[in-house]
């Protein structure tokens, strides 16, 4: 087995507590791997015993109005996306969040296909809906709600006609 980067998370890392500049690098490592193979069916993550695909969201940061590509966990239903922020049960949300909903329009690459959604929070009976969705396709969803007082947020994106 090939040595791991010393900036990539590793099962016995507490994501909660994972220092921003760790975020930063693995997702630029992974959207950089996405990039060189053209589809993000390229790019998983695996974390104590969890395997699941990426997709990308391409985002507009909040306060600086740059583009931002931030890989997180496919949860799709019908031709809709949740994204889920967990940031792994950090006290905090991750700052892709905010890009949202300060700039709801943002792109989904998933596989090879780069489409156009809208983001919006989801109601009380959706958010519960796609949790279930969520922690199905990745079960450590439930850890992260264990180790934080704050709701994680579940945003639906939807298709832009």
């Known amino acids: 087995m090939a040595e791991r ?7 016995d890392m507490d994501l909660s507590v994972m220092p921003d500049q760790v975020w930063v690098h ?6 950089a791997a996405a ?3 053209g589809t ?4 998983a993550v695996d974390y104590d015993g969890a395997h699941a695909q990426l997709v990308i969201l391409t985002t507009r940061g909040a306060k600086t109005g740059r583009q931002r590509q931030t890989p997180v966990i496919r949860v799709e239903h019908g031709g809709r ?3 889920v922020a967990s940031k792994g049960g950090a006290a905090t949300n991750p ?7 300060a700039h709801p329009q943002v792109e989904v690459w998933d596989g090879t296909e780069h489409r156009s959604y809208r983001a919006r929070r989801t109601t009380e009976a959706e958010r519960q809906e796609w949790w279930n969705r969520a922690v199905r396709a990745w079960p450590s969803y439930e850890d992260y709600r264990s180790k934080t007082d704050r709701v994680i947020p579940v945003l639906l994106l939807e298709p832009m006609n």
């Open 5 to 11: 980067d010393a900036e990539q998370p590793t099962a």
């Open 26 to 31: 693995d997702q630029a490592r992974l959207v």
């Open 35 to 37: 990039t060189e193979a």
């Open 40 to 43: 993000t069916d390229a790019i």
């Open 81 to 83: 996306y949740a994204a």
């Open 95 to 101: 700052a892709w969040y905010h890009n949202l909903l």
